[in-house]
């Protein structure tokens, strides 16, 4: 490895470890409002009502129950938070799982038809040998046939172009 790329390697473990303590004095520092809060570093939490009867920002709703804790905006608590994130992950979850099931069974259906295809086909061209044989069988019995009768009365043999 090249001494920059080691270098540079360092100094993003420095910021990652150190980022949570920095979180952690920012959030506690500004507990003034719930924009105040979450605005500065968008980690903290803000419990608005805790069961001491104060307001705080936090890193985490430790102490704060769902519906008194607003992470990431003050609109909605975590418990409002949950009720629209876990449902909407589910239901992405389930439409990803209902796609690839529609395009495994897609995709399979397409192979057995491509084969049905290829059977009709190999079959149609069994049938065409099949036939040409047949053919070629009588058109050489109608050839003995009429040499034959050429023969007992003493015709000329026909001259073949071929």
């Not at 979850?93 to 399979?108: D, Y």
Request: aromatic share 4%; glycine share 6%; hydrophobic share 35%.
């Amino acid at each position: 490895m090249r001494p920059s790329m080691v270098v540079a390697a360092v100094a993003v473990l420095v910021v990652v470890v150190s980022l949570p303590s920095a979180v952690s004095a920012s959030c506690s520092t500004n507990s003034s409002s719930c924009k105040k809060c979450i605005d500065i570093v968008g980690k903290c939490a803000y419990c608005k009502n805790p069961a001491d009867g104060t307001t705080y920002c936090a890193s985490s709703c430790g102490s704060c129950s769902k519906s008194d804790c607003f992470i990431g905006q003050c609109a909605v608590n975590k418990k409002q938070l949950y009720y629209i994130v876990i449902p909407s992950v589910a239901g992405g979850v389930l439409l990803i799982v209902i796609l690839v099931v529609w395009c495994c069974c897609r995709r399979s259906s397409k192979r057995r038809v491509a084969r049905a295809e290829r059977r009709e086909e190999e079959g149609y061209q069994q049938r065409t040998r099949a036939t040409a044989a047949k053919a070629q069988n009588r058109r050489e019995g109608r050839e003995e046939r009429n040499a034959a009768i050429r023969a007992k009365y003493g015709l000329k043999q026909p001259l073949l172009d071929s």
